[in-house]
């Protein structure tokens, strides 16, 4: 009946760069397997494409549930997909 499901953006989804404070070790990224992971000296960055509501708050809570400190959670602009626009040529 009501609608369960929530609109996800033009794109299937939205852009996140979730920032962890520390750098984590191989084991703790491959926790986040889908998301690409940078280290930074004092950071690590997570950032995933076309993630849905249900997506981020999954994260989080891995998160959350290893122990580490998170940061900044930050919505990121949106972005063509590959060869959408190509110049041609």
Do not use: C, K
């Amino acid at each position: 009946m009501g609608g369960t499901e929530q609109a996800e953006g033009p794109r299937g989804g939205a852009g996140f760069e979730i920032r962890i404070r520390g750098t984590v070790g191989e084991a703790f990224r491959e926790a986040f397997g889908d998301l690409t992971v940078t280290r930074h000296r004092a950071e690590t960055v997570l950032r995933g494409t076309r993630l849905d509501q249900a997506a981020l708050y999954g994260i989080l809570d891995r998160i959350q549930a290893l122990g580490l400190e998170l940061m900044e959670v930050r919505r990121l602009p949106p972005t063509e997909e590959p060869g959408a626009a190509s110049g041609g040529g």
